[in-house]
């Protein structure tokens, strides 16, 4: 069967797969870090390329490979390149795409440590950054300078929840002679797929949705043409932030219920959104899937669901935030997202803490903002839980 052109949850079950010995019914951990060359010439051949043998897991190892190419293909991608960490993929992605004098313009709202590491490491190696609100199309054109390589974004962005217009993006960019990278970690290839949209390459913190289960930290960078993947290739091997073969067991076993798992964190976020939403002692709450969220429309136009993320902010401020974050008990307080389990945290002190505080201002990161990652679990107990915290503010 041709699985490009079967549907997504096939793909979810089908699109690891590899064929070996036995017919393993799963991809096997091939844990080893070298792999025995049948001959001298047989290794040459596979060092110049010009056989498909394994040589060393940095390089490649087919439990790796699997996923890759299974994430290759939810994203409709040429190739992907599993690294160590959603971090690992930002870096690949700096380093293979920017050079000493070139100019980089990024969402202002992007996860802390994707704006935090080019701000305060990058510009030793001579690259500029600009920081703006994605969300004005007419704001990113201005933006761009003679020596702007890449518009990378992420949307919706890490914490506030706005959206950008992918299409228009890749638009601006290509115009520009420059690449468009999208963080597509809180979408995942189920509810969003930036390449179809005009993107040249896309990524995740493999950490969340993809994996799902709060037990693994790892990332993928997807291209949409070979010669970029190329190079992206080339820069994860000499960087050696590879992925270990267990690691991508554990996602490829993780990967096989995204759809399932994010319909039901979807429909669950819906209700509780609604919950806040008329809570008289919430202030503000930016979902995708609520017509007050500022890009509701775009939202509805570029992904196919509204997620299970949610910021809100309370009357009482940052006083009301720590009241609740001490006082629920089935959401955890902690950070990451995407996973089966409701998580609360706190961006300005938590995951945001390194980027500077008119950074934060700017992009919206606000003290008050309550950043809620909704589970699977029962609905009704993750709002009565929400409710009772409420009440302690
Ligand atoms: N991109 C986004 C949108 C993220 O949310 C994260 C991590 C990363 C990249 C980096 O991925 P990692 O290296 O952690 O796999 N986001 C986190 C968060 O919001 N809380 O804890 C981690």
Redesign the pocket.
Known sequence: MNIEKSGFSTKLIHAGEIEDQFGSATVPIYQTSTFAFSSADEGAKCFAGESNGYIYTRIGNPTIDALERQIAVLENGFGGIAVG????A?NVIYQTLLASGDHIVSTDA??G??RAIMENHYPKYGVESSYINTTDASLIEKSFKPNTKVLFI?TPA??TMDITDIAACAEIAHKHGALLVV?N??CSPYLQNPLDLGADIVFH????FINGHADI???IVIAKEESVYKKLRGMMISMGCNMDPHQAYMVLRGVKTLSIRIDRANENAEKIASFLESHPKVAWIKYPGLKSHPQYELGKRQMSGNGSMISFGLKNGFEGAKKLMDNVHLALLA???GGVETLI?HPASM?HSKVSKEGKIKAGITDDLIRFAVGIEDAADIIEDLRQGLEKV
Request: proline share 7%.
């Open positions: 960490s959603g971090m690992a930002v992007v996860y440590p994707s992420e890490n914490p963080d970690t809180f913190s493999m950490t969340k930290v790892a990332g950070v990451s997202l945290q995951t």
